[in-house]
C-alpha cells in the first residue's frame, strides 16, 4: 500500500502581496516542503493543474479573479478537486471564513500570520490528505477483493449447480436405463417363446384345417352324430377363422417386439463415448413408449403426431442422452396440450408437430417440436430452462427436465436448444445437434 503522509510535500501559496508571500515562505522554509508561488487566481489554477501540489494556501482578496473564484475553478477541475485550500484571510472577515468553509475550503488562516498557526494547520491538512489518500486506496482494494471474491463464489455456485446437474442426470438415467433395460430384457423371453411356438401352431393349423378338408372330400356323407358336432362347433367358422386369430396374434406380438426394441433403444448406455445414431430412430423410440399419453382421456382428446421428417444422416452422439432430451420436451409437449382443455373445458384439435432438416451451412440437423397448445408469456419463457424453475403443481414437476436438456445439448453436444412461444401461439422447442463431433 502506497504511504501518503508528504514528507517532501508541495505548498502552493497563490497571494498578490509580495510582502505576504515572503513572511509565509520564510515561516515555512525550514519545514523541508517545496514551496510554490503564484501572483494571482488564473495562474494558480494552471500551476495546481501542472504541479498537482498537496495543499493549497489562497488569499481571498486579489486582483483578477478573487480567492472564492479561484476555489471554484479548483474544485470543478476533477485533476484539483481534491486538493485541500487553507484560505487567508483578515482577523475580521467572519463572512468570508464562512463563504471560502462552504465552497470547498478546508481551513483558514488569518492575517496578520502567526508561524506557529500556519504550520500546525498546514501539517494537520497534510496527515488529514494522506489519510483520506490511504482510505481511498484501502476502499479499492476492498472493493476489488470482493469483487473478486463474489466472482469466485459466483463461479463455485454455478460448477455446484453444474455439479448437480449432472449427478441427477447420470443417477436419472442410470436408474432409468436399468429399469427399461431390465422391463426389455423380461418382456423379450416370453415374446421370444410365443414367436417359436407361433410359428408351430400356423404350421400344425393348417395341416389339421387340410387334413379335416380331406375328410370331408372322401367322406361325403359323415356319420349323423360328425354331422351334428361339426354344426354345434361351427367347423366352418373355426376353419376360416383360426388362421386370422393366429396371424392377429403375429401382428401383436411384432408390436410388443417393437416396443422392446424402442426401450432398449431409448436406454441405450452410451456415457463412454460418442456412437453414429439415427435421429429419427430416437424420435420414434421415444413416441412409442409415450403413445399411452396420446390416447384420449378424461384430461384431453386424442393428440395427433405429426411428423415432418427431412433425410436426415446418422450423428455422432450419446444417443441415450439425446433420447433423453426428446422425452422432456415431449413428455412437456403432451402436459401443454393437457392444459388447454383442462383450462377452456373444450375439446380442440390437439397436435405435436416434429420436422427435422439438414443445416448444411451449420454442418447441423435441426429438430423442431411444436404443439398448439396455450403458449408461454415472455417471463416464464425466460425462466424455463432455469434449474428447479417449473410452471406445475407440486408434485407433478422437478425443474430440472429442461436445465438437464440445455446441459446435454449445449454442454455435451457442443448444440443450442431453444424455445420461441408466445401466449395464445403454442410453443415450439428447437434443437440443433453437430452432424459429426467424434
Known sequence: MTKYFFEKATILIVDDNQNNLKVLCDAIADSGWEILVALDGESAVEQAVYAQPNLILLDVMMSGIDGFETCEKLKSNSETREIPIIFMTALSDTIDK??????????????????????????????????????????????????????????????????????????????????????????NNPVGFITGNLSHLTEYTSKLINHLQMYRKFYTEPHEEIDQNAQKIYLDDLMRETPEI???????????????????????????SKIEFDIHEGINSTLMILKHRLKANKKHSPIEIIKKYGNLPLVSCYPGQIN??????????????????????????????????????????KILIQDNGLGMDAETKEKIFEQFFTTKLVGKGTGLGLSISRHIVEEKHQGKIYCISSLGEGTKFVVEIPINTL
Open 98 to 187: 464562512v463563504k471560502g468553509l462552504s465552497i470547498g475550503g478546508v481551513d483558514y488562516v488569518t492575517k496578520p500570520f502567526h508561524t506557529e498557526e500556519v504550520l500546525a494547520r498546514i501539517n494537520v491538512h497534510l496527515k488529514l490528505y494522506s489519510l483520506t489518500k490511504q482510505l481511498e486506496e484501502q476502499k479499492i482494494e476492498l472493493e476489488q477483493h470482493v469483487a473478486e471474491r463474489t466472482k469466485e463464489l459466483t463461479q463455485a455456485l454455478k460448477d455446484l449447480k453444474q455439479s448437480q446437474l449432472q449427478l441427477v442426470q447420470s443417477e436419472k438415467m442410470s436408474t432409468l436405463g436399468q429399469l427399461v433395460a431390465s422391463v426389455a430384457h423380461e418382456i
Open 246 to 272: 393366429i396371424s392377429s396374434m403375429e401382428v401383436g406380438i411384432d408390436r410388443i417386439f417393437n416396443i422392446s426394441t424402442s426401450l432398449k433403444n431409448f436406454s441405450r448406455s452410451d456415457t463412454s
Open 324 to 365: 433423453q432430451v426428446f422425452m422432456n420436451i415431449i413428455a412437456n409437449a403432451i402436459d401443454a396440450l393437457e392444459d388447454v382443455e383442462t383450462n377452456q373445458k373444450k375439446h380442440h384439435n390437439l397436435n405435436i408437430t416434429i420436422s427435422t432438416t439438414v443445416e448444411r451451412d451449420r454442418n447441423c440437423v
